[in-house]
């Protein structure tokens, strides 16, 4: 069925109502870290992105549409987790704490490692998250994880028997360079022990309406750099799809998110073969 121009038009003001949203933060970031933006860029960029996802982030989290995907991929997380971009742990509540042993929270913004660290201790997690300064992809993950003893510094290769029961992400990959979430998948494949899995909540490019695409390719010009490097056309579901070395992969769109059509959501659940 045709979608009428009104819904088209909700649809596509919707990215606008978030980007106003970071907008309405910049000047108080600006007076927050007076010479931040002079001094280093980048770090004025998380700091602005915190500031507005305190906000945003523990919303999108309780949000129905979402938590209910989220908890059924989260709650499987087990033993030694990785988590890519965690941002402050407004998704934590779902991980099934007696089930933890230890989580690795790879944020690159370290304007979030507090309120991570806050919530871990309130969710049951006290002292069982580890912030990581590092992003999903392997030039900035396998230092961090070598950093914190996860894989032997002497050699450059992950052992064969992998180091994590499960990673997560959730909408973060997005967030990363786009060009390495081949590599991003390929790593995380290796980087999990037998039948570990590789859990994740993520929104994609929608490749089905040549208009929505087009609206997409231009506004991901602005997105990212107001949305902390988010992007909205990606395509971790169809790299898994394509990547060998899994004996179960579950990937699913999630079809109750009319309203939000310039992202598809997916999940899945891939355990390593
Ligand atoms: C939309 S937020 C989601 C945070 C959290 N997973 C949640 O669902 O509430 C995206 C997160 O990805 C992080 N991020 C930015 N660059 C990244 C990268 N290269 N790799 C992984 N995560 C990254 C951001 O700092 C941010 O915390
Ligand atoms: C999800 O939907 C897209 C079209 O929007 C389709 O191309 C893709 O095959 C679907 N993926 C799955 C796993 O069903
Ligand atoms: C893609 O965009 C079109 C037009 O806005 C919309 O009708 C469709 O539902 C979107 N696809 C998905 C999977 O969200």
């Known amino acids: 069925m045709a ?18 949203v970071a907008l309405v933060y910049l000047p108080i970031t600006l007076i927050s870290h007076p010479f931040l933006l002079i001094t280093s860029p980048s770090s004025f960029r998380s700091a602005w992105f915190e500031s507005y996802f305190s906000v945003l982030g523990p919303m999108l989290a309780r949000s129905d549409v979402q938590a209910g995907h989220v908890e059924q991929v989260l709650s499987r997380a087990k033993g030694t987790v990785l988590e890519l971009g965690p941002g402050g742990g407004d998704q934590i509540y779902h991980y099934k704490t007696d089930q933890i042993d230890q989580i690795y929270a790879a944020e690159p913004n370290t304007f979030l490692h507090p309120a991570l660290l806050r919530n871990a201790e309130k969710h049951g997690l006290k002292g069982k998250v580890v912030p990581l300064k590092a992003g999903a992809e392997p030039g900035s993950l396998l230092p961090a994880l070598k950093k914190a003893g996860l894989i032997a510094s002497t050699t450059s290769s992950i052992p064969e028997e992998g180091v994590f029961d499960s990673i997560v992400a959730i909408k973060c990959l997005c967030s990363a360079p786009q060009d390495q979430i081949p590599a991003t998948v390929e790593v995380v494949h290796a980087l999990l022990k037998p039948g570990g899995e ?29 949305m902390g ?7 971790v579901d169809k790299v898994v799809l394509r990547t ?17 059509e310039v992202f598809r959501y997916v999940k899945g659940i891939c355990r390593k073969a």
């Open 244 to 260: 060998g070395g899994w004996d179960d992969r579950n990937v699913q769109n999630i079809s109750e998110f009319q309203g939000l």
């Open 229 to 235: 490097n988010c992007h909205l056309n990606g395509k």
């Open 198 to 226: 590789f859990l994740f909540f993520e929104h994609v490019a929608n490749d089905t309406d040549s208009i929505t695409m087009s609206y997409a390719w231009v506004m991901n010009w602005i997105w990212p750099v107001m």
């Open 3 to 20: 979608v009428t121009i009104i819904a088209r038009i909700q649809a596509y003001l919707q990215l606008w109502m978030m980007l106003a």
